[in-house]
């Protein structure tokens, strides 16, 4: 069976800074993933995809995340954060099924 | 693309009552997902269905839980004695058939108090 781990909990940043949220998964074949953002009492919405070909993939809101199969990671990454950016970040991964495992996520703070 | 919508987005109730949620997936999506999430965790797979059928049921969904989706379109979650455990965030999510080529569109979700 699948499964992700975010390795960390709470990340806090100032805005203008760069920003990693790491994520590592486990899957015995290629795998489908995906990051997430969760605002406080909302939804998920999907920032990005990966399915195959280029392993640095652009997403919405100015993310990018890198796929590395070698170290079975696919960290997400933004240049620059904006006070928005203050969110909760869940990395997933599918099995070329119908079901998606989830991270634990990582909460994401900004100072101004 | 009107997006996935759930209702009611609160239900606060006592334990040992009986509670309803309704998921309307986007229009020409035919598969549909439930999903539960816990305070500090990420989403928990449930159960899924490709049109009216229900093709999976997770060992999270004990015999309490209840899901269907008679036409296909909108689905219902039913959960029979809630309990304190039930406490979540009840998480519905929609994609084409094709699902391996498609994310999963997620609605608001219900948040769920137990009492």
């Known amino acids: 069976a699948q499964s992700v781990t975010q390795p960390d909990i709470h990340i806090t940043v100032s805005e203008g800074a760069s920003l990693e949220l790491r994520c590592n998964y486990s899957?015995?074949?290629?795998?489908?993933l995906f990051w997430y953002v969760q605002s406080p009492g909302q939804g998920l919405q999907l920032l990005l995809k990966?399915?195959?070909?280029?392993?640095l993939v652009q997403g919405i809101k100015g993310f990018e995340a890198e796929f590395k199969r070698s170290q079975s990671s696919f960290n997400l990454r933004k240049p620059s954060v904006h006070w928005s950016d203050a969110a909760e970040y869940f990395c997933?991964?599918?099995?070329?099924?119908?079901?998606?495992?989830f991270g634990a996520g990582t909460t994401v703070t900004v100072r101004a | 693309d009107t997006g996935v919508s759930q209702d009611p987005r609160h239900k606060i109730t006592k334990r040992g009552q009986n509670v309803t949620f309704r998921c309307d997936p986007i229009?020409?999506?035919?598969?549909l997902y439930w999903y539960r999430q816990t305070l500090g965790q990420g989403p928990e797979f449930l159960t899924y269905?490709?049109?009216?059928?229900?093709?999976?049921k997770s060992r999270l969904l004990s015999d309490r839980f209840s899901a269907e989706r008679p036409k296909g379109s909108f689905s219902t979650l039913e959960i029979q004695r809630t309990e304190q455990g039930d406490s979540a965030m009840y998480l519905c999510?929609?994609?084409?058939?094709?699902?391996?080529?498609?994310?999963?569109?997620f609605g608001d979700g219900t948040r769920l108090s137990i009492l």
């Open positions: 229009s020409e999506h035919n598969r």
């Open positions: 999510a929609s994609s084409p058939e094709s699902a391996v080529n498609q994310p999963q569109h």
């Open positions: 990966y399915f195959s070909g280029d392993t």
């Open positions: 997933a991964v599918g099995a070329g099924d119908y079901k998606l495992s």
């Open positions: 899957y015995g074949a290629t795998p489908y």
């Open positions: 269905f490709q049109n009216e059928a229900q093709l999976e």
